[in-house]
Structure formats: structure tokens, C-alpha cells
């Protein structure tokens, strides 16, 4: 049966870091949800909620689960080629542990490390409009705020750069975006975080040579040392 939605994007109330399974805030994203479950009803068909560990200091943005990756599996990045590349460089940095199989239950470990998207539900056409990235916003917020310890953020694009900004209340003019560039911030629940900049780790992206696996390590290798810095060593 077909569902009706109201065309008005509402606001979430609360404080909340994981929205609920048939969260309706995002008219235009519950009805794709519900017309995929009708296509696809083993598939999760969802909101995807965060993948992390209490005391993650990384936390990895992305732009909102692929059709047939997080959307299919249930797990941020799991399921198409996007999640390849991305835990295999988590596991390769120690972000990680166990083999990455593709689907939610392989029994995967994060260490220190949390993965969440800017919009938890899977857009048409991977686009989101505007509208749902700010309705979907005081999740993340919310999430960042549940992260005591962070100390860096890994945007994997333009989307969820803006998005982690308006989330910590800072403005985009001051830290624009740029593959591979770091941007010190003010505030964040551990008072010291610094948020990195990657083009997304997508299939498109790679496949066209906008981001390699090694330009890819080279912001790992970064995040690594940032992480593991001494707090009592000034940046250099
Ligand atoms: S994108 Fe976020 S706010 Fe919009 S319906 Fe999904 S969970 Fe709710």
C-alpha cells in the first residue's frame, strides 16, 4: 500500500543521537525508504544508526548509506565498494580489528573509532536535498556530543564538512573544504579537535581518479599521528 507523507520537512525535538527505525522528518527519504522495502523487504530499509565505540577519538562522516551498501546491511559502509576501501584503511591503521566481510554481523571491531552519515537515510539518486541534511543534523550533533573523547573528524566530502561545521555551531567561511586540508576548531566535547578533509571514498570517486587509495592513506597517516599525539605537545 502506498504511503502518504507530508510534503514539510520537520525538525527533530530532543537530544537524541539515533533516530528512530521509521523516523518520518524527511518526507521525500520515508517514502523511498518505504517504496524500497516494498522492492526489497529482507533488505534494512531504514535509518542507519551510528557504528562506534564509546571512546572513539576518530569520528568518520559520510554523506548518507548507498542503496545497496548501508541501506541493504543496516551498517554504515557496509555492503558496497565504498566500505571496501574504507575499512580496509581502518584496519591498516588500527581503527580496526578483525576482516571486514561485507555484511553487519562479520564480527568487525572498531577501536577508537566511530562511523555515522550526515543524513541517515539513502537519498534518490545519492543526493539529499538541503532540507534533509539540516533535519538530520541534531543527530549528528547529538552523536558528536556522546563522544568525549573525540579528538579528530574525518569528513569524506563537501557535505559532511558543512555538516559536521553547522553541527559544532562554527561557521563555513572560516574552514573551507579541501582534500587532505585540517582545520584546527574551537569548541567539541574534548575542547581539542581537528577536523580532516577527503574526497569520498565512493566507487565514482575512485574509479575517475579524484581519490586514490594512496591520496587516501596519506590523510590515515595524518589522522594516525594527530590521534596519537601527546595532548601536552603543542601542534606543530
Ligand atoms: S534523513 Fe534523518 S531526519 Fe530525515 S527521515 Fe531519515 S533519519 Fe529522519
Redesign the pocket.
Known amino acids: 500500500m502506498k504511503q502518504a507523507f507530508d510534503a514539510k ?1 520537520v525538525a ?1 525535538t530532543g537530544n537524541k543521537s539515533e ?1 528512530e527505525a521509521d ?4 518526507p521525500r ?2 517514502s523511498f ?1 518505504a517504496s524500497s522495502q516494498a522492492k526489497e523487504p529482507d533488505w534494512h530499509n531504514a ?1 542507519v544508526l551510528n557504528f562506534l565505540v564509546p571512546n572513539a577519538r576518530l569520528l568518520i562522516i559520510g554523506l ?1 548509506p548507498g542503496l545497496r551498501g548501508a541501506n541493504r546491511t543496516g551498517r554504515p559502509f557496509t555492503g558496497d565498494f565504498a566500505g571496501d576501501l574504507l575499512y580496509e584503511t581502518l584496519i591498516d591503521f588500527g581503527f580496526a580489528k578483525g576482516v571486514y566481510r561485507a555484511h553487519a554481523d562479520d564480527g568487525l571491531r572498531l577501536i577508537g573509532a566511530a562511523i555515522t552519515n550526515a ?3 539513502v537519498p534518490p539518486q545519492n543526493k ?1 536535498t538541503p532540507q ?1 541534511i539540516n ?2 543534523r541534531p ?1 549528528l550533533s547529538a552523536t558528536i556530543a556522546t563522544l568525549p573523547d573525540l579528538r579528530a573528524i574525518l569528513a569524506l566530502g563537501r557535505i559532511a564538512h558543512d555538516s559536521a561545521l553547522r553541527a559544532l555551531g562554527l561557521k563555513l567561511s572560516g574552514f573551507p573544504f579541501a582534500h587532505g586540508a585540517e582545520h584546527i576548531l574551537p569548541g567539541g566535547p574534548s575542547k581539542d579537535l581537528t577536523l580532516f578533509d577527503s574526497y569520498h571514498c565512493s566507487r565514482y570517486n575512485t574509479n575517475t581518479g579524484v581519490l586514490t587509495p594512496g591520496m587516501f592513506r596519506d590523510v590515515f597517516t595524518r589522522l594516525r599521528e594527530e590521534i596519537d599525539r601527546p595532548r601536552k605537545c603543542a601542534r606543530g
Do not use: H
Not at 523516523?23 to 524527511?26: A, K, M, P, V, W
Open positions: 520537512v527533530p533516530p523516523c518520518l522528518i524527511c527519504l520515508a525508504r535509518p548518507a543524513v541517515r537515510c539529499p534533509e533535519a538530520c543527530f
